[in-house]
Nanobody, 124 residues
Framework: QLQLVESGGGLVQPGGSLTLSCIAS????????IGWFRQAPGKEREGVSC????????YYSDSVKGRFTISRASAKNMVYLQMHSVKPEDAAVYYC?????????????????WGQGTQVTVSS
């Protein structure tokens, strides 16, 4: 059974950088599309980025495009989210999630395996 664990969250200054990691166990991630989502207090969970199981195609929300980079390290069974030029509105709990197959989506309900989340705080 696939399980996901996020790490790498913490405090980052506005304009700074942070890299989140999502490590999988129980199954290889190669057959899954992996998404990163975030949820700030009082807000709905929103999709940030995803990487397809097919040719590692990537997709980003408009709010992070050009600042965040998602990547897959198959040998390590991990997916990363590099965050650059971080803004205060990026503060949230970040989750990685998996869905079988290659179709990409930033809709949370399309994913059926979730990690526990990692907190990102943006403050000077």
């Amino acid at each position: 059974q696939l399980q996901l664990v996020e790490s790498g969250g913490g405090l980052v200054q506005p304009g700074g950088s942070l890299t989140l990691s999502c490590i999988a166990s129980g199954s290889t991630l190669d057959n899954y599309t992996i998404g990163w989502f975030r949820q700030a207090p009082g807000k709905e969970r929103e999709g940030v980025s995803c990487v397809s199981s097919r040719d590692d195609y990537t997709y980003y929300s408009d709010s992070v495009k050009g600042r965040f980079t998602i990547s897959r390290a198959s040998a390590k069974n991990m997916v990363y989210l590099q965050m650059h030029s971080v803004k205060p509105e990026d503060a949230a709990v970040y989750y990685c999630a998996a869905r079988a197959g290659f179709l990409m989506s930033l809709v949370p309900r399309m994913y059926n395996t979730w990690g526990q989340g990692t907190q990102v705080t943006v403050s000077s």
